[in-house]
């Protein structure tokens, strides 16, 4: 299984600014994917990072508001843009077993609040 | 598109009494299917799995069968504890090649004492 380390685990920030969260992984991995859970909410995917390319972003989630870096195989990040109240959130990446059974592993999250 | 349908909760049962929760599912393919648990303050973790029709996943007294038939993946407990008092996410995973999750809203489960 993978160990997928996220920081920051937790932050309070102020509207306007922005934040980046770090994810770390244990080992290799093609893809890598970011998830936004809302106070009480499901879990929705916000874009796929590819190591060597752009990051794919699901419909309602833009690159200026998200922009991800995947610099290696086993780190990326995430950044939060220009926040709003409405982006607080918990903020996971996730990672594939890619072996053969498709279960995915999740860091610990980052709980952002922005006030 | 895929999707997944859950049951809403929260759902309140006493120590000992038997759990259900639905889930459903809409998919191409064959999806594998998922239930993940996030107790109180932690991250998700995976608590069963099922890749291919009539799979019955289970772990820690938890059992859910890969129903093609009705598309339905419902997560069952014979006797639950207080220590399994979490939110409960049904998922199932693009088989396409991108590995997409697509989840459930989660039920909220509550288990008094």
């Known amino acids: 299984s993978a160990v997928i380390s996220q920081k920051p685990s937790r932050d309070i920030c102020q509207r306007g600014t922005s934040l980046t969260i770090q994810c770390q992984v244990d080992?290799?991995?093609?893809?890598m994917f970011w998830y936004r859970q809302q106070p009480g909410q499901s879990l929705t995917l916000i874009a796929t990072?590819?190591?060597?390319?752009?990051?794919?972003?699901e419909s309602g989630f833009v690159i200026d508001k998200f922009p991800i870096s995947r610099p290696n195989l086993t780190f990326s990040t995430l950044t939060v843009s220009n926040m709003s109240p409405e982006d607080s959130s918990i903020y996971l990446c996730?990672?594939?077993?890619?072996?053969?059974?498709?279960?995915?592993?999740f860091g610990q999250g980052t709980r952002l609040t922005v006030v | 598109g895929n999707s997944v349908t859950q049951m809403e909760g929260p759902v309140t049962l006493s120590e000992e009494a038997f759990l259900t929760i639905n889930c459903t599912y809409t998919?191409?393919?064959?999806?594998?299917l998922f239930w993940y648990v996030q107790y109180p303050g932690e991250g998700l973790q995976l608590l069963l799995k099922?890749?291919?029709?009539?799979d019955k996943g289970s772990n820690k007294g938890f059992e859910a069968t890969y129903r093609k038939e009705t598309t339905s993946f419902h997560l069952e407990k014979g006797s639950v504890q207080v220590s399994d008092s979490a939110v409960y996410f049904c998922a199932l995973s693009d088989t396409s090649g991108t590995y997409k999750y697509i989840f459930g809203t989660g039920t909220r489960l509550k288990v008094l004492a």
């Open positions: 990072a590819n190591q060597g390319s752009e990051a794919t972003y």
């Open positions: 998919a191409t393919g064959y999806p594998s």
């Open positions: 080992s290799q991995v093609t893809m």
């Open positions: 099922a890749t291919k029709a009539d």
């Open positions: 996730s990672v594939p077993n890619g072996q053969g059974v498709t279960e995915a592993f």
